[in-house]
């Protein structure tokens, strides 16, 4: 049988940043796919004409986070970003921005006076504890509120904690928020990624690829991030903080960003779909190969698929590392696609809205980011519901509906294509007490990456992060370079 230098299980996006960054490095690359198709959530296609994604998203971090750096070093082609605009919140009769800082948040006549001068101190005490080092990701939100506010203010808080989790405030902790609300910014430095390009025996070895300048960044969203020129410190964001800064929607939808990874992939990588690995090969403690139908040899293979479901293919895995994994938490979400028979004024902004009560949404009218999604004159909005544990799907769609139409109630009138789909966004929900997994297994050269093996940010953000780490450990083990 032919032998590869890496075998990558699966071709979701983290499958695919794997294989892209992993080739450029000289590696003869093989990607295997259970299913017929590849990109994962990170896709689009189409029905009625409508061209819907997997999932709503907004990319973030795109100035200096880890998609950037990966883009920048490792892309031969480039999606363009539309600037992704602002947060909003719907209610019954309001529509206005989500705060990002505390000056906004006094002002945010959505919830009780009363109830916004508590939550704001709350807001500073967390920040200032996190500017000093103090580590909240074991502290709930719910700790943190006080026990005499508006079921309002709960549930508002709820919401929040739903989308940047996917558990309610008792089990996401106080430094989620902080960082998902980007008052904490972890950033990707281009000296980083230098670092690990480099053969550690020739420190002196050139990057593989130049940066690339950002001309792939539509003209609105560079010159935000130009503005940036200077990074904030973490209390100055306080009462500055913008949360629209350096995020981004793909023009031409998910696809575009998909496309940039498979047109940039060198002939040194193979992707077979319609391949699932059911056995992962070991020999005295050390990875050799998959069995996939056929069995192929590999000197590394990197696992992209759910970490919870490695000790189903790997016999040799230690007990204590199984144990570790049942850490995991999952969530679903549910996504309603509504193709509308025309442009509706409920939907005339740029960015997502939130409807915050009894059962919450995330919404985005995509097509105002590109009128080509839709067909000429209609529009496209995706509405994301976290299904809670112990709902039906069935019912949950069915309320997911109801909560569409009390909130928008002139929408139903306009529906011309309806959509549904469940999934997993993220492999790992980061909860109080979730597990991630590290990129390194008790397996020799057997490595993991994916939503599951990195808590920072989300979607496909978060995948790149745990590709960057991957590519530090393998560099680490003298195992990136060919």
């Known amino acids: 049988m032919e032998k590869y230098d890496v075998i990558v299980v699966g071709a979701g996006i983290s499958g695919l940043l794997t ?3 992993l080739s450029k ?10 299913s017929n198709f590849i990109g994962g959530n990170c896709n689009s296609y189409v029905v009625d004409g409508f061209q819907v994604d997997t999932g709503a998203h ?23 970003f539309e600037d992704y605009g602002h947060y909003y919140v719907r209610t019954e009769d309001q529509f206005l921005k989500v705060p990002s800082n505390v000056r906004d948040f006094v002002t945010f006549d959505v919830l009780p006076r009363k109830d916004r001068i508590v939550v704001s101190q709350a807001i500073t005490k967390a920040l200032t504890l996190s500017t000093f080092g103090i580590d909240l990701s074991k502290q709930s939100v719910y700790e943190f509120m006080s026990d005499n506010l508006s079921k309002d203010t709960y549930d508002f808080v709820d919401a929040i904690s739903y989308f940047l989790s996917g558990r309610d405030m008792k089990e996401t902790s106080v430094q989620r928020v902080l960082s998902g609300s980007s008052f904490v910014r972890d950033s990707v430095l281009q000296e ?3 670092s690990i390009m480099k053969v550690h025996e020739k420190p002196q070895t050139e990057p593989v690829l130049k940066s690339i300048l950002t001309s792939n960044l539509h003209t609105s969203l560079q010159t935000r991030m130009n503005k940036a020129s200077k990074p904030l410190t973490t209390l100055g964001r306080l009462a500055t903080n913008k949360v629209s800064y350096s995020q981004g929607y793909p023009r031409k939808g998910l696809k575009s960003l998909l496309n940039a990874v498979l047109f940039s992939l060198p002939k040194s990588v193979e992707i077979k779909t319609g391949y699932e690995v059911k ?3 070991t020999s005295n403690g050390k990875v050799v190969g998959v069995e996939a139908g056929e069995t192929y040899y590999a000197n590394t293979v990197v696992y992209t698929g759910f970490v919870t479901d490695l000790p189903k293919m790997v016999e040799t895995l230690p007990s204590s590392y199984i144990q570790d994994l049942k850490g995991v938490h999952h969530t679903k979400s549910l996504t309603l696609w509504l193709g509308l028979d025309s442009m509706m004024g409920e939907f005339n902004y740029i960015g997502s809205e939130i409807w915050f009560k009894n059962h919450p949404y995330w919404a985005m009218p995509i097509t105002n980011y590109d009128s080509s999604l839709a067909p000429k004159g209609k529009q496209l909005v995706g509405f994301t519901f976290i299904i809670k544990e112990g709902k039906s799907e069935s019912s949950e769609i069915k309320n997911a509906y109801e909560t569409i139409y009390r909130a928008i109630p002139r929408i139903e009138d306009h529906i011309q294509m309806k959509h549904e789909q469940i999934t997993i966004p993220e492999k790992a929900a980061v909860t109080i007490n979730g597990y991630f997994a590290d990129a390194r297994t008790p397996i020799n050269n057997l490595y993991v990456a994916g939503t599951d093996t990195d808590n920072r940010s989300m979607g496909i953000t978060r995948a790149a992060y ?3 780490e991957l590519l530090q450990k393998m560099n680490e083990d003298r195992n990136l370079h060919k």
């Not at 490095?25 to 259970?34: C, R």
């Not at 907004?58 to 363009?80: C, K, Q, S, W």
């Open 19 to 21: 294989a892209l960054t």
């Open 25 to 34: 490095h000289g590696n003869k690359v093989l990607v295997l796919e259970k």
């Open 58 to 80: 907004a990319i973030t971090h795109l100035e200096v986070g880890p998609l950037r750096r990966l883009m920048d070093n490792y892309f031969d082609y480039m999606p363009v």
């Open 192 to 194: 980083q990624m230098e």
């Open 279 to 281: 056995k992962i090969l």
């Open 466 to 468: 745990s590709v960057i």
